[in-house]
């Protein structure tokens, strides 16, 4: 079974940076694409940020320079670097893989995210 767990979540200034990680288990992340989405109170979940098996990288344009995604294959993790937060980026924030053997997707739990002064 599937498992993956997010954290690193937490309260930060503007300005501020956050690293959230998302260990997995049951499943290989270098073989695979994952991806972070957020969701803010009374919106719907939002794609944030893919890897894929290849390591290609794709963001969403409200986050591409701030965002960075990468992979620890070794570590079977998957980490988004959060830099120059802002008030919008408020949200909770989940880890996605996409099991392309079995073509279901697995999803954490989250990590809360509030930047606030």
């Known amino acids: 079974q599937v498992h993956l767990v997010e954290s690193g979540g937490g309260l930060v200034q503007p300005g501020g940076s956050l690293r959230l990680s998302c260990a997995a288990s049951?499943?290989?992340?270098?073989?695979?694409?994952l991806a972070w989405y957020r969701q803010s109170p009374g919106t719907q979940r939002d794609w944030v940020a893919l890897?894929?098996?290849?390591?290609?990288?794709n963001y969403r344009d409200f986050v591409r320079g701030r965002f960075t995604i990468s992979r620890d294959d070794a570590k079977n993790a998957v980490y988004l670097e959060m830099n120059n937060l802002k008030p919008e980026d408020t949200a909770k924030y989940y880890c996605?893989?996409?099991?392309?053997?079995?073509?279901?997707?697995?999803w954490g739990e989250g990590t809360l995210v509030t930047v606030s002064s």
């Open positions: 996605m893989a996409h099991i392309s053997a079995r073509d279901k997707y697995a």
């Open positions: 049951g499943m290989n992340v270098s073989v695979n694409t």
């Open positions: 890897i894929t098996s290849a390591g290609d990288t």
